[in-house]
T-cell receptor, first 109, second 115 residues
Framework: RKEVEQDPGPFNVPEGATVAFNCTYS??????FFWYRQDCRKEPKLLMS???SGNEDGRFTAQLNRASQYISLLIRDSKLSDSATYLC??????????FGQGTELSVKP | DGGITQSPKYLFRKEGQNVTLSCEQN?????MYWYRQDPGQGLRLIYY???????QKGDIAEGYSVSREKKESFPLTVTSAQKNPTAFYLC??????????????FGQGTRLTVV
């Protein structure tokens, strides 16, 4: 089993749609959780950290479920500019930062 | 400006040659990381370092070597033992605070092509 696994993509959605990504992790001792966005041929950039209580930033909501060992990202009212690859990232302990394989999102007019 | 600098952006090497990729940060971050990304794939961890003069193997360390002699520098050497070295290499760093690691910040990456 992979240490961090994401929903397979790609996700193709119309503008204005709501889309959700899930990610599971195998190490129950994992400490920190993040969602990154990566545009084509660029470096990943932090979208948001994920806190136990859940957190929201505008159209984006991230949640953590420690009991089931998964994190989620919800994007509401999708924009064309949201098209990118979304990467789930988990610090599994001892500073080891592991990325999921990424989920590609394509938002169409 | 504070940040992470990777150089060069594009690198071409002949098969069988060792090559060293540079990564420098002036963010005063404790932890540094090297990842490899192949087309259509996620990032795979090569090596990581939590403090100076210490580093650990990631999931795909074979054929690579690193050093961490200074806090701000974490160079990666791709050796001739690496069977498929052509890839996009990304360096990152993060703060360690109270034993917890904050989000990682990335350099712009180096695209290595071995011919």
């Amino acid at each position: 089993r992979k240490e961090v696994e994401q929903d397979p993509g790609p996700f193709n959605v119309p503008e204005g749609a709501t889309v959700a990504f899930n990610c599971t992790y195998s190490n129950s001792a994992s400490q920190s959780f993040f969602w990154y966005r990566q545009d084509c041929r660029k470096e990943p950039k932090l979208l948001m950290s994920v806190y136990s209580s859940g957190n929201e930033d505008g159209r984006f909501t991230a949640q953590l479920n420690r009991a089931s060992q998964y994190i989620s990202l919800l994007i509401r009212d999708s924009k064309l500019s949201d098209s990118a690859t979304y990467l789930c990232v988990v610090n599994i302990g001892g500073g080891k930062l592991i990325f999921g394989q990424g989920t590609e999102l394509s938002v169409k007019p | 400006d504070g940040g992470i600098t990777q150089s060069p952006k594009y690198l071409f090497r002949k098969e069988g040659q060792n090559v060293t990729l540079s990564c420098e940060q002036n963010l005063n971050h404790d932890a540094m990381y090297w990842y490899r990304q192949d087309p259509g794939q996620g990032l795979r961890l090569i090596y990581y370092s939590q403090i100076v003069n210490d580093f650990q193997k990631g999931d795909i360390a074979e054929g690579y070597s690193v050093s961490r002699e200074k806090k701000e520098s974490f160079p990666l050497t791709v050796t001739s033992a690496q069977k498929n070295p052509t890839a996009f290499y990304l360096c990152a760093s993060s703060i360690v605070s109270g034993g917890r690691y904050t989000e990682a910040f990335f350099g712009q990456g180096t695209r290595l092509t071995v011919v």
